[in-house]
C-alpha cells in the first residue's frame, strides 16, 4: 500500500522561550522488504540556525536543530510518501519460552538489531513487580514465545482502556497499569516491561497509523497523532515480531514505521525542550492516506 | 635464649607499638611476613618515638590546622541532607618502598593499556563480545556503556587520560585491584593537600625520609592538557557538577593549581558543533575538557534528560570533533563490578599479556557454571549488584556477606538463580593493616590504596603517592570516607630523592607571564554579587550600629529620628531590634554561597574571613541584646568586614574576576548610600538626621576638619554624595566603577563604549560638576534610578 503522510508538530510558549537544540526523529525509515521512502521533506518553522543529520545507535534517522536566539514558537511539518508492504503470512516457529535464554546465547553481537538491547531494564521501562506477576500468570499456559507475546498483548487490550486523557508523556508505566487507562505509549511500555518479565527480549516503535480504515473496517486507535508498538523478539528462526497491543493485531500494512529503540526514550519524536519561564503548550496532528499506485 | 636478629632491633619505638595488634592471617604494613619491622619504617618509627608527648600533639596539629586553613572539606551525604566535613587525615603516612612501588606502578601502567584496549573495543569493532570474551547481554544491560557514543573517535586518539586504581594487599602479600576509576576519578588534588598536611606535621622527618614528590606528576599532566588543545589560544577547561557536589573542593583547589578555567555545564554552549565557554568576552572555543562530572549529566540532549548540570549538544561536538573530553564518555563502562569478572581474558585478547596484577576475583551470575559455583561457596562471597561501580567493601542495600542478607538471614540460593545477570560476586577481601596512631600509640588497621595514573607525552606516568584510606575499627567494611574512615598520605620512599619539584618553572629562560584567562561569565556574575552581598552587610551594620548606639544612649525609642532609622531599616528587610540578626545573616549566607561558586578564584584568607564574619555572627545572634551591647556587637562584625575588603584589596590580583568583585562592591554602595541621602536629606527628616549621615558614611571626622560649621543637608550632600576624595561618596564609587570598567573587554559592536560604560560616565560627570545646592530631591530621585539601572546594563553587557 502506499500513504501519504502529513505530520504537524507545533509548541506556543507563554513568552520567549531561550535559545534551544532539537533532536528529531520524525521521518519514516526505509526497512528492506518492508517499507520504503519514496520522497520525505521536513521543513521547521523558524527556520533554525543550524540543521544536521545522522543515523543514531538504533539507525534510526535523526535530525539535529538549534536556534540562537529565542523564539515564541516552533513547528514541525513532516511530509512523506511511503510505499508498505502487506504483512507475509506467518507460521510459528519461535521456542518455547524457556528455551528462549538458550537462543540467545549464542548470539555474540551487540549490534542495533541484537535482541540484547532489549532484555534488561531501559529509561523509561523499569522492572515492576506487578506487571511481572501480571505477565507470568497470563503467559503461563503459552506453548511458544510467538503465542506468548500475542496474548500478552491481547489481556492487556481486553483489560486496558484507551483514554487519551488519562496519562501525560511522562506517567510512569506502573502508574497507568494500576489504572488500566492510557494511551498507545502506556500500552507500549506496559506490553516491553510485561515481556522482558518473561524473557522475551522487546522494544519500542514509533510510527503512523493508516487515518481513514479501508471499507468495512473500523478505525484504528491512535490514528491522530504519532503512534507506537512494540517489537518483541520470538527466536533465533522468528526473529523479531512486531504487535499493536493498542489495538490488539500484529503490525502490518496499516502501521509505518519511523523509529526503533528500548523505549520512548530511545525514540521521542521530538527532545530538547526549549528553556521558558512560562508554560509551554503542544499540538499534535497527523493524515496518513493511501493513494493510488 | 634471646633471638640474635631480635635482640639487635632497636627497642626505641617499642612504647609506640605495645598495642599494635596485627590480626591472624592478614598481611601487615608495618611488620613483614617474619614479624619485623619493614626496613623503610624503621627511621621513620625512630623520629617519631624520639618525639615526647608534647612535641607530637603539636604536629599532629600543625597538620590538622594546615587543613583547617586551606578550607579542605568533602561533602558528606545522609538521607536528604548533606554537610561540609572536615577532610579526615590520618596524620600517620603509610610508607612503601620504592622497589614495591615500582612493581605497582609497573603493573597499573599495564592495566591501563587493557582498560584503554577495551574502551576502543567497546565503542569500536566489539571483538570482545563477537569472540565470546565478554557476554553481549552484559554490555548491553551497562547503563555506563552510551550507545551514543558508539563509533566516536577520540580526537587525539586515546579513551583515556586520567585513571585511579583502588588496590590492597591480600593475605600472601601480594597486591591486588580492588577497583577500576575510569569515567572521573576524584581524590589527586585530596591526595595533594594530604601530603601538605602530612608534611606541615612531620616535615623534619621528611627531609630525611627521602620522599618522592608529587608536582612532577601534576606538571606532566598539565602538559599533556595544554598539548591538546587547538594551539596556544584555546582552553583548557574542568567541568565541575558545580559547589553541592561531594570533591568540589578538589575541583576548585585542581583548577587554581594547575591554572585551568573551572566551568559548570551552563557556561559552556556548543554552536555549528563547536564547544565554547561564554566569557565576559562572549563565546570563546574550548578544545579539552576535564571533566568531573559523570557523562550520565553532561548532554541532557542525547543522555539524561533530566540533567541541569550539562551542556546541550556536546556529544554533537564531540562526534564532530571539536574537542577532546578526559576522560571520554561512556569510559564508566569499565567500573562496572561484574567486569572485574572478565579482565583476565580480556587482558589475554586484547594485549597478548596476563594481568600483572590480578584483581578481585569475581563472578558474573548471568552464567549457569558461575552461579553453581557461587552457591557452592556463598561462606567466602559478597554478593551485590552486578553493574555495582562501588568498592568491594563498599555495599549496595542488597548485598549479600558470606551467605546472609543485610537483615541476617541465610540466603536461598534460588534468589541467585532468579537474579543472576544483576548479580556480581566477589571474593569477601582480607586487607592489609596499616599503623594509625590513636592516642600516642599505633594501632593496626585495615587499609586500601588509591593510585592515580595519567597519560604523559611519553606514555603511563604514576603519581608517586597518592592516599590510602584507613578504617576507624579493625573492620574492612569501615574504610570508607562516608563511613567515618580516615585518610592518610603515602610516602613512596627511596634511596635517593630527585631533586625538589614545584609547578613553578625554574631556571632557564624568563619568566613567562601567563595571560588572563577568560572569565566565564557566570564566574564574573558571582564575584559581581559577592561584591554586593558583602557591601551591603557592610552598610546594614553601620546602620543597625547608629541605631543601637542612639537606644543605648537615649534608653528610648519613641523620638523621631529612632523611628525614622528604624522604618528606613525595615525598608531594607531588616528588623532594627527584635530578631536583630536575622536579615544580615540572610546577605552573609548569600555573600558566601555566591564565594562558594567562585573558590577557584579568590584566596583562602578571604574565604575564611567570609566563614569567619558568619560565624561570630550565628554566635552574636544566640545572646546579644539591643542597645550597647549590641552596637559593640556590630562594631566588631564591622572590623570583620573590613578585614574582608581588606585582603580582597591588597592581596587579590587584579584581574578581570577582581574588578567584577569591585563593581558589585561600588556599586551597591552607590545604590544604598541614594536611598539613604534621599530619605535622611528629605526636608521633612527628623532632627539629627543630617549627623546621622555622616555618621554612617564614617566621615565624622572628615565633616569636623573641612567644615567649620556643624551638619547642614549642604555638608552631608557635599561630603557623601559630591565629594570625589571621600572613599566612601557617591562619586567615589563612580569613579571607581569607571576605572574597572576601563579594563572590561568591550566587543566589536560597541568599540567606544559599551552602554554600561556611558551610563557611568554621565552619572560621574554630572556628579562632579554640581553643586550642593543644585542636588534637590528631584535630583536624588534621577540618580538614584540611574543607580539602580546599573546592575541591569552591566548583566546585558557581559553576563548575557
Known amino acids: ?293 | 635464649m634471646t633471638d640474635p636478629k631480635q635482640a639487635a632491633e632497636p627497642p626505641a619505638w617499642d612504647s609506640l607499638l605495645e598495642s599494635y595488634r596485627r590480626l591472624p592471617g592478614i598481611a601487615d604494613e608495618l611488620f613483614d611476613s617474619d614479624g619485623r619491622v619493614r626496613p623503610v619504617w624503621r627511621p621513620f618509627l625512630r623520629d617519631l618515638a624520639a618525639l615526647n608527648a608534647d612535641e607530637l600533639d603539636h604536629a599532629l596539629a600543625r597538620g590538622s590546622q594546615y587543613l583547617r586553613d586551606a578550607g579542605v572539606f568533602f561533602r558528606q551525604y545522609a538521607a536528604g541532607d548533606s554537610t561540609e566535613r572536615d577532610w579526615p587525615l590520618s596524620h600517620l603516612p603509610l610508607l612503601i618502598e620504592s622497589g614495591e612501588w615500582q612493581n605497582i606502578a609497573t603493573a597499573l601502567m599495564q592495566r591501563a593499556d587493557v582498560l584503554e584496549a577495551a574502551m576502543a573495543d567497546f565503542y569500536g569493532p566489539n571483538r570482545l563480545v563477537a569472540d565470546g570474551v565478554v557476554p553481549a547481554r552484559l554490555l548491553a544491560a551497562n547503563p555506563e556503556w552510551l550507545r551514543p557514543m558508539v563509533g566516536v573517535q577520540p580526537r587525539h586518539g586515546h579513551y583515556l587520560h586520567f585513571l585511579a586504581f583502588d588496590i590492597g594487599r591480600g593475605p600472601d602479600g601480594k597486591w591486588w585491584v580492588l577497583g577500576d576509576r575510569t569515567q572521573a576519578p576524584s581524590g589527586a588534588g585530596f591526595a595533594l593537600e594530604t601530603r601538605m598536611a602530612t608534611s606541615r606535621s612531620f616535615s623534619s622527618l621528611t627531609s630525611n625520609a627521602n620522599v618522592m614528590r608529587l608536582a612532577g606528576f601534576f606538571r606532566r599532566f598539565r602538559d599533556t592538557l595544554l598539548g591538546m588543545r587547538d594551539g596556544e589560544s584555546s582552553r583548557v577547561a574542568i567541568l565541575t557538577p558545580g559547589p553541592l557536589n561531594d570533591t568540589y573542593f578538589e575541583h576548585s583547589y585542581i583548577a587554581r593549581y594547575l591554572g585551568l578555567m573551572l566551568v559548570q555545564g551552563a557556561d559552556l554552549a556548543v554552536r555549528e558543533n563547536r564547544l565554547m565557554v561564554r566569557t565576559v568576552s562572549g563565546l570563546q572555543p574550548v578544545s579539552v575538557v576535564w571533566r568531573r562530572l559523570d557523562a550520565e549529566w553532561t548532554d541532557p540532549l542525547e543522555l539524561n534528560e533530566s540533567s541541569q548540570l550539562g551542556t546541550p549538544g556536546m556529544i554533537g561536538a564531540l562526534r564532530n570533533g571539536s574537542f577532546t573530553m578526559v576522560n571520554a564518555l561512556g569510559s564508566g563502562a569499565l567500573e562496572t563490578r561484574a567486569l572485574m569478572a572478565f579482565m583476565p581474558r580480556m587482558s589475554e585478547m586484547l594485549t597478548g599479556q596476563p594481568l600483572a596484577m590480578p584483581n578481585i576475583a569475581t563472578w558474573w551470575c548471568g552464567g549457569e557454571a558461575e552461579r553453581d559455583y557461587v552457591k557452592a561457596h556463598l561462606d567466602r562471597m559478597t554478593i551485590d549488584s552486578a553493574m555495582s561501580t562501588r568498592l568491594p567493601f563498599d555495599h549496595g542495600p542488597n548485598v549479600v556477606i558470606g551467605g546472609r542478607t543485610v537483615d541476617d538471614t541465610p540466603l536461598d540460593p534460588a534468589w541467585i538463580d532468579e537474579h543472576g545477570p544483576l548479580l556480581a560476586a566477589q571474593e569477601v577481601v582480607s586487607l592489609s593493616t596499616a599503623p594509625a596512631l590513636v592516642d600516642g600509640k599505633l594501632q593496626a588497621r585495615p587499609m586500601s590504596l588509591r593510585v592515580f595514573v595519567a597519560r604523559s607525552g611519553s606514555g603511563w606516568v604514576v603519581m608517586p603517592g597518592g592516599f590510602a584510606r584507613i578504617g576507624h575499627s579493625s573492620e574492612s567494611a569501615d574504610i570508607s570516607m562516608q563511613r567515618g574512615g580516615a585518610v592518610s598520605d603515602v610516602w613512596v620512599v627511596s634511596d635517593n630523592t630527585g631533586p625538589v619539584e614545584t609547578l613553578l618553572e625554574t631556571g632557564g629562560g624568563a619568566a613567562r607571564r601567563t595571560r588572563d584567562a577568560s572569565l566565564p561569565s557566570t564566574a564574573a556574575d558571582n564575584l559581581f554579587w559577592l561584591g554586593r552581598y558583602v557591601e551591603r552587610t557592610d552598610f546594614k551594620l553601620r546602620l543597625l550600629r547608629a541605631f543601637h548606639v542612639r537606644l543605648a544612649e537615649t534608653g528610648g525609642r519613641d523620638y523621631p529620628l529612632a523611628a525614622a532609622l528604624s522604618d528606613h531599616l525595615e525598608s531594607l528587610g531588616i528588623e532594627a531590634e527584635d530578631p536583630i540578626f536575622d536579615g544580615i545573616l540572610e546577605d552573609m549566607r548569600s555573600a558566601l554561597r555566591s564565594a562558594g561558586q567562585v573558590r577557584d578564584r579568590f584566596s583562602t584568607d578571604a574565604w575564611n574571613a567570609l566563614v569567619d564574619l558568619t560565624r561570630t555572627t550565628e554566635m552574636f545572634a544566640e545572646r546579644v541584646r539591643p542597645g550597647d551591647d549590641a552596637s559593640r556587637a556590630f562594631s566588631v562584625l564591622l572590623r570583620k568586614t573590613s578585614g574582608f575588603a581588606g585582603l580582597v584589596h591588597e592581596n587579590m590580583y587584579r584581574s578581570t574576576g577582581w574588578r567584577f568583585l569591585g563593581i558589585g562592591r561600588a556599586v551597591e554602595r552607590t545604590g544604598a548610600m541614594m536611598t539613604f541621602l534621599r530619605v535622611f536629606t528629605a526636608e521633612d527628616a527628623p532632627d539629627g538626621a543630617m549627623d546621622l549621615a555622616i555618621e554612617v558614611g564614617d566621615s565624622v571626622m572628615t565633616h569636623r576638619r573641612r567644615y567649620a560649621a556643624g551638619t547642614s543637608r549642604d555638608t552631608a550632600i557635599d561630603l557623601l554624595l559630591l565629594d570625589d576624595m571621600n572613599p566612601r561618596s557617591v562619586l567615589h564609587q563612580l569613579i571607581a566603577i569607571d576605572d574597572h570598567a576601563s579594563y572590561l573587554p568591550v566587543s566589536v559592536e560597541e568599540v567606544r563604549m559599551t552602554s554600561f560604560q556611558r551610563r557611568v560616565l554621565e552619572m560621574k560627570t554630572a556628579l562632579a560638576t554640581a553643586a550642593p545646592r543644585e542636588i534637590n530631591a528631584d535630583r536624588l530621585d534621577d540618580l538614584a534610578n540611574d543607580a539602580a539601572s546599573l546592575t541591569g546594563l552591566l548583566a546585558d553587557t557581559y553576563l548575557g
Open chain 1, 1 to 293: 500500500m502506499r500513504y501519504d503522510i502529513t505530520l504537524r508538530i507545533e509548541y506556543a510558549y507563554d513568552g520567549l522561550a531561550a535559545a534551544g537544540r532539537h533532536l528529531l526523529r520524525l521521518t519514516p525509515a526505509t526497512l528492506p522488504d518492508r517499507q520504503r521512502v519514496i520522497a520525505a521533506d521536513l521543513t521547521v518553522t523558524p527556520t533554525p540556525f543550524e540543521r544536521s543529520f545522522a543515523y543514531d545507535f538504533f539507525d534510526n534517522r535523526c535530525v539535529s536543530i538549534s536556534y540562537e536566539g529565542a523564539v515564541e514558537e516552533t513547528a514541525f511539518l513532516m511530509k512523506a510518501r511511503v510505499d508498505r508492504a502487506p504483512l507475509e503470512p506467518l507460521f510459528d516457529v519461535s521456542p518455547r519460552l524457556g528455551r528462549l535464554a538458550g537462543e540467545l546465547e549464542t548470539m555474540f553481537s551487540v549490534a542495533a538489531d541484537s535482541p540484547h538491547h532489549f532484555r534488561g531494564q531501559s529509561p523509561r521501562v523499569p522492572p515492576s513487580a506487578e506487571v511481572s506477576e501480571w505477565a507470568a500468570r497470563i503467559a503461563a499456559e503459552s506453548p511458544s514465545t510467538l503465542d506468548a507475546v500475542r496474548t500478552i498483548c491481547s489481556a492487556l487490550h481486553r483489560e486496558m482502556a484507551f483514554d487519551p486523557e488519562a496519562t501525560a508523556v511522562d506517567t510512569p508505566l506502573e502508574e497507568a497499569f494500576r489504572a488500566r487507562h492510557g494511551v498507545c505509549q502506556d500500552f507500549t511500555h506496559i506490553t516491553i516491561c510485561a515481556l522482558r518479565s518473561v524473557g522475551v527480549p522487546a522494544g519500542y516503535v514509533s510510527g503512523f497509523l493508516r487515518t481513514i480504515p479501508p471499507k468495512g473496517s473500523a478505525r484504528l486507535e491512535g490514528a491522530d497523532a504519532m503512534h507506537a508498538w512494540v517489537r518483541a523478539w520470538c527466536g533465533l528462526e522468528m526473529g523479531w515480531i512486531e504487535f499493536d497491543p493498542t489495538n490488539d493485531m500484529m503490525a502490518g500494512e496499516d502501521h509505518v514505521t519511523v523509529a526503533v529503540g528500548r523505549d520512548y526514550f530511545d525514540v521521542a519524536p521530538v527532545k530538547g525542550a526549549l528553556r521558558t519561564a512560562g508554560s509551554q503548550e503542544t499540538t499534535q496532528s497527523v493524515d496518513m492516506v493511501a493513494v493510488s499506485t
